[in-house]
Each structure stands twice: as structure tokens, then as C-alpha cells.
């Protein structure tokens, strides 16, 4: 609500001008307040009492826990419902989407240039999201854990973004 209210006495205040780079900055504030609620929407109070803190730290960890069950349980595992979970979790989930936005507002909202300058900005944003996920669980707060992997993912899926923008800038700009 309080963003509606900025938007119509904004448009009020400066009628047309910039009308365009406004509603993309409107449709950013719009996009942060939506990561927001995801990162801290399901806070618990009172805090959880059996809180339990994990940190999956060794990137891509899953794939030797897979190799692992495939090794014991037979090639037949690979279809078994952890592997599908985690595709569902890592590629189908709002972690493969969540930072594309940033790339695309870096590219036309901010004007970022450089290659690496974008990366490092989404990786830490990525970086932040996961540890202020991993702050409210410390708390109780949340139920969540920390996943390297799917900083991983939201650095790629945002960087992926931000090329794909830059290209299509470069070829329609001409």
C-alpha cells in the first residue's frame, strides 16, 4: 500500500517525465519487496524452540550424495525421488528465478557495463540472502539452512540474465 501511495504522488509530482524509467524503478521496488517477503515471509513467533541450524557448504554436494545411492541402491536410483527434488527445488523453484529480475534491473535500470562489477553484485546479493536466511533460523525464527548450492544457482541465474539483456540491448540499439 505504502508503495501505491509513492507511485500516485510521484506520478502527480512529475507528470510525464521519465515516465518509462519510473515504472521500471516502480516495478524494481515492487520486485525487492517481493524477495523480501520470500527470504523473511514465514516468520515464526514465538521462535521455534527445536530450531536446528544446518550449512550445506561443499558446492554441489548432492551429486556425490547421488553417486553414493547410485553405488549402493543400483543405477536405478537416479529417477528416485531425491534426485527429482532436487531439480524441482534448484531449477523449478523461485531460486533459479529469484535474482533473473536483478540481472535484467542491472542492465537497464542501473546501467552496469562491466561484466564482473555485475557478477560480484549478484553473487552478493545471493550471498546476503542466504545468510540472513541463515541469521533468522540461528534465531528461530525461520526454518531454513544454508546452501551453497543454491547461491550458486541464483549467481548463474541472475549472471544468465544479465548477458542475455546486454546482448539483446546491443543488437536492438543499433
Not at 544446518?54 to 554441489?60: G, I, L
Not at 542491472?106 to 542466504?130: G, M
Amino acid at each position: 500500500m505504502i508503495l501505491l501511495l509513492y507511485i500516485i504522488v510521484d506520478l502527480v509530482r512529475n507528470k510525464s517525465r521519465n515516465l518509462v524509467r519510473r515504472v521500471f524503478f516502480y516495478s524494481f521496488i515492487f520486485y525487492m519487496i517481493i524477495v523480501a517477503q520470500f527470504i523473511i515471509g514465514d516468520i515464526a513467533i514465538p521462535p521455534i524452540k527445536d530450531k536446528i541450524i544446518y550449512a550445506q557448504t561443499v558446492p554441489f554436494y548432492f551429486l556425490w550424495e547421488l553417486s553414493e545411492m547410485c553405488r549402493v541402491n543400483g543405477l536405478d536410483f537416479v529417477v528416485d525421488w531425491l534426485f527429482l527434488n532436487f531439480l524441482k527445488l534448484t531449477l523449478f523453484n523461485f531460486n533459479f528465478t529469484m535474482l533473473m529480475p536483478l540481472g535484467v534491473y542491472l542492465v537497464f535500470l542501473f546501467k552496469v557495463k562491466k561484466k564482473t562489477k555485475a557478477f560480484l553484485i549478484i553473487f552478493l546479493v545471493s550471498f546476503a540472502i542466504e545468510t540472513i536466511k541463515l541469521s533468522f533460523a540461528y534465531f528461530g525464527l525461520i526454518r531454513e539452512y544454508f546452501d551453497i548450492d543454491r547461491i550458486i544457482i541464483k549467481s548463474l541465474s541472475g549472471y544468465i540474465a544479465f548477458i542475455l539483456c546486454r546482448l539483446a540491448m546491443k543488437k536492438y540499439s543499433r
